[in-house]
């Protein structure tokens, strides 16, 4: 290399870490080459396009892998937690096949998706398979007396 390129290559290594603070753990922690969608936060207005998204990608996962309806049924999205393990897979399946990754990714990933079979089995009960059949969802109005939460909540209970 000659002196004007080692300059140059200085200079942008400069520039890269002139903003870089060791100390700041406030950084992104999103996988190379995927972003994780957050479900429980995620904003009506980029509701669409995560849906969207995901859809295109459990359509082609099922296809690909051939993975039956009664594992993955045609309503999954109406199933909460399906479209969690879902969701999960979808973005560790970007990280693992980005341009980035050193070449386990996709390895990684097939052993993930080997893992989340068996996860389906508890995020879907089955039932499904001849039309959606709505779960009834947990609910906490009533289940918790607030006086003996109360009362149990002014106790550390470590013993």
Same mark, same amino acid.
């Given at each position: 290399?000659t002196?004007?390129?080692?300059?140059?290559?200085?200079?942008?290594?400069?520039?890269?870490?002139? &903003?870089?603070?060791?100390?700041?753990?406030?950084?992104?922690?999103?996988?190379?080459?995927a972003?994780?969608v957050?479900? *429980?936060?995620?904003?009506?207005?980029?509701?669409?396009?995560?849906?969207?998204?995901?859809?295109?990608?459990?359509?082609? $996962?099922?296809?690909?892998?051939?993975?039956?309806v009664?594992?993955?049924?045609d309503?999954?999205? *109406?199933?909460? @937690?399906?479209?969690?393990?879902?969701?999960?897979?979808?973005? @560790?399946?970007?990280?693992?096949?980005? @341009?980035?990754?050193?070449?386990?990714?996709?390895?990684?990933?097939?052993?993930? $998706?080997?893992?989340?079979?068996?996860?389906w089995?508890? @995020?879907?009960?089955?039932?499904?398979?001849?039309?959606?059949?709505?779960?009834k969802?947990?609910s906490?109005?009533?289940?918790?007396?607030?006086? &003996?939460?109360?009362?149990?909540?002014?106790?550390?209970?470590?013993?």
């Amino acid at each position: 290399m000659t002196d004007e390129t080692d300059a140059a290559y200085e200079a942008i290594l400069a520039a890269e870490l002139a &903003e870089w603070d060791p100390g700041d753990r406030r950084g992104n922690s999103a996988p190379l080459g995927a972003a994780v969608v957050n479900w *429980k936060e995620l904003p009506d207005a980029q509701a669409a396009d995560a849906w969207r998204d995901l859809r295109d990608w459990v359509e082609w $996962l099922t296809i690909r892998y051939d993975i039956p309806v009664t594992s993955i049924p045609d309503c999954w999205w *109406k199933h909460g @937690a399906l479209v969690e393990e879902l969701s999960a897979l979808h973005t @560790a399946h970007r990280a693992s096949f980005d @341009a980035s990754d050193s070449g386990y990714g996709p390895i990684g990933w097939h052993e993930r $998706l080997a893992q989340a079979r068996g996860r389906w089995r508890q @995020a879907y009960a089955g039932g499904c398979t001849h039309g959606h059949q709505p779960q009834k969802p947990r609910s906490w109005s009533s289940a918790t007396d607030e006086q &003996e939460w109360d009362a149990w909540t002014r106790q550390s209970h470590a013993q």
